[in-house]
Every structure is written in structure tokens, then in C-alpha cells.
């Protein structure tokens, strides 16, 4: 089993961007995605995360407004769309999914069984 995370670069403040997350070995349709991210010299947070029937949580406040998530089941992806980016949105991103939740996110790490490599996202002011 896989995930693929992709989609980050460098964009200025005020730019968007889409992560995408695309898994392979099994399907994640009956099963919880979240979006992590972890900048320099801080702890992993949990952005939010959408159950496996597409009910959205996010853990964020500062992304609330901004950031949107999705999934596409036929594609076993997921996708975190970011607009308005902040500087203080730079961090390394993961993507992770849950298996042993019945389909329900958390924003607890430890929930998580299959994590993507994490893609950068940098936004300059």
C-alpha cells in the first residue's frame, strides 16, 4: 500500500494551490483521509480530515475559510485545495488514512495507519 502526495511548490502569499493525495495497493473508500502538516521546528497538525462520507472537520482554525478538502473514491485520492496562502502555510504536508475508525477522521496522529512521504509547500511574502 501507497500514498502519493503531490501538488506543492513555491507560490507567493495571496496564491493557491492543490494537493492531491492518490493511493494504490487497496481502496480507502469506506475509510477517513486527513491532511497533516508539520513546518520547521514544529510539532505535526492535523489540518482536518473528511470521513468516508465526506463529512469535513477542520482542526486548523487559521485554515478554516481557506483550505478546502475532498476526496474522489473512484480515484482513491484525496485533495486538500489551499487559497489564500499564508507565509505562516509553509510546512511540509501529509496525507494520511484511517482504516480501524469505521470511516470516522481524527485529529490524532496515532489513528492514522498509512501516511503519504509529505510534499513541501513554501509561500513567500
Known amino acids: 500500500v501507497q500514498l502519493q502526495a503531490y501538488g506543492g511548490g513555491l507560490v507567493q502569499a495571496g496564491d493557491s494551490l492543490r494537493l492531491a493525495c492518490a493511493a494504490s495497493g487497496r481502496t480507502f473508500r469506506n475509510d477517513a483521509w486527513a491532511w497533516f502538516r508539520q513546518a520547521t521546528g514544529k510539532e505535526r497538525e492535523c489540518v482536518g480530515h473528511?470521513?468516508?462520507?465526506?463529512?469535513?472537520?477542520y482542526e486548523t482554525d487559521s485554515v478554516k475559510g481557506r483550505f478546502t478538502i475532498s476526496r474522489d473514491n473512484a480515484k482513491n485520492t484525496v485533495y486538500l485545495q489551499m487559497n489564500s496562502l499564508k507565509p505562516e502555510d509553509t510546512a511540509v504536508y501529509y496525507c494520511?488514512?484511517?482504516?480501524?475508525?469505521?470511516?470516522?477522521?481524527?485529529?490524532?496522529?496515532?489513528?492514522?495507519?498509512?501516511w503519504g512521504q509529505g510534499t513541501l509547500v513554501t509561500v513567500s511574502s
Open positions: 494520511a488514512a484511517a482504516t480501524r475508525r469505521a470511516g470516522w477522521g481524527t485529529s490524532s496522529e496515532s489513528d492514522y495507519e498509512f
Open positions: 473528511i470521513s468516508w462520507s465526506g463529512k469535513i472537520t
